[in-house]
């Protein structure tokens, strides 16, 4: 099974920029992996962010539409997250997940695999 490590979590004043990359343990083009990021609060449901297919189609939260971009490099296996104009309630714990797949989807149970998360504070 796919092993999925994120980074570039950090602490950044509101309307700042953030890159938040997820490493994969294996080729996940060639698998056929969907990827997406995901977030979540103390006390709340974990959330869908922003996913993307082997193919490239993507699909956004309302919410981060306009200031979050996902990406993925499929020669090394990589996820990418940039969030620029972030805000307060763009604080959480952010999370990689992949699943076999086609699809593009927010719903967290959709995916199988995931990464233990990165911490994103934005502070006003």
């Known amino acids: 099974q796919v092993q999925l490590v994120e980074s570039g979590g950090g602490s950044v004043q509101s309307g700042g920029s953030l890159r938040l990359s997820c490493a994969a343990s294996e080729d996940t083009y060639s698998s056929r992996y969907s990827m997406g990021w995901f977030r979540q609060t103390p006390g709340k449901e974990r959330e869908g962010v922003a996913t993307?297919?082997?193919?490239?189609?993507?699909i956004y939260a309302d919410s981060v539409k306009g200031r979050f971009t996902v990406s993925r490099d499929n020669a090394k296996n990589t996820l990418n997250l940039q969030m620029n104009d972030l805000k307060p309630e763009d604080t959480a714990m952010y999370y990689c997940a992949a699943d076999y797949g086609w699809w593009v989807r927010l719903e967290p149970s959709s995916y199988t695999y995931w990464g233990r998360g990165t911490q994103v504070t934005v502070s006003s």
């Open positions: 993307i297919n082997r193919a490239g189609s993507t």
